[in-house]
């Protein structure tokens, strides 16, 4: 995906309520996070990612585009914005990154994920 920032996001995502796409160039905190509308070409906004992030994912869940983020990070919720834009989280300290994986149906095991 070609953004207009002139650099290619290495993750992408559908959100079904919010109607966009999620995007993220992942590897510093400083890369940009942009958000797209279905069919358009540009990104209709863009943010830095505030977190050095690694991919992005849709929790059917809890109806929220999650990410992972590099080293002892941890996961974390995306912010998203009265306009559907995707929107950074604060840098550590505040960074909450206490977070469990999420349940996995075929290992009941597996503890359920709490919320960031």
Known sequence: MFTRTGLTNASLVWHPVKARYYSLRPGNAAFPLETWVAGSSTSVCTATAGVDSRGLWYNPATNAIERNCFGTLGW?????????????????????????????????????????
């Open 76 to 116: 974390a919720t995306l912010g998203i914005d009265a306009a559907s834009c995707a929107t950074k989280v604060p840098s550590p300290p505040s960074f909450q990154a206490s977070c469990r994986p999420p349940h996995n149906p075929l290992r009941p095991s597996t503890p359920s994920r709490t919320r960031c």
